[in-house]
């Protein structure tokens, strides 16, 4: 990151994978109620190859940095924060990279109630996978497979 500036993967338009290049772009300014993330790690699932294609739903529009989950640190939060500089924190959905912009950046600005604190030794690219792949394992327990189902086998979500 430069002064104010961080690269980030921004779309204006549909594109094939070999065309997502970063570009510089305005490191999100704090807000009310938000945290600002220093990016560390984030998993790329279907919603994001679609929309990246422009075969999304309404509630996605060009120009937007794409990512609906990531893993990263505290980077600054608001005097009234429960969150600290430095905090391990992972988030996923509330709209990042479809609504809002997303973690294909160096920073993201994410609302706080989207906001999972959690203390690892594990390294930044296994924590990466972890955002999805817990809410799938949330998704599976609460739709109470029968008993012969005996584990969580991640996919693509196709």
Request: net charge negative; with cysteine; proline share 7%.
């Amino acid at each position: 990151m430069t002064e104010n500036k961080m690269q980030a993967i921004r779309l204006t338009q549909p594109c094939a994978a070999a065309d997502l290049k970063p570009t510089q772009v305005d490191v999100p300014q704090l807000k009310p109620g938000y945290a600002l993330v220093k990016v560390r790690a984030f998993g790329v699932n279907d919603s994001e190859v679609t929309s990246r294609k422009g075969e999304s739903s309404p509630d996605f529009q060009f120009p937007r940095i794409l990512g609906i989950e990531g893993v990263g640190a505290i980077d600054q939060v608001n005097a009234n924060s429960s969150f600290k500089s430095g905090q391990q924190v992972a988030t996923m959905m509330g709209g990042m990279g479809r609504a809002i912009d997303g973690s294909y950046a160096e920073y993201m600005l994410v609302k706080e109630e989207n906001l999972i604190p959690f203390e690892s030794d594990l390294d930044w690219s296994i924590l990466g996978a972890l955002p999805e792949m817990l809410q799938n394992g949330l998704w599976f327990d609460q739709s109470r497979p029968p008993r012969a189902v005996r584990g969580l086998i991640p996919g693509s979500g196709r």
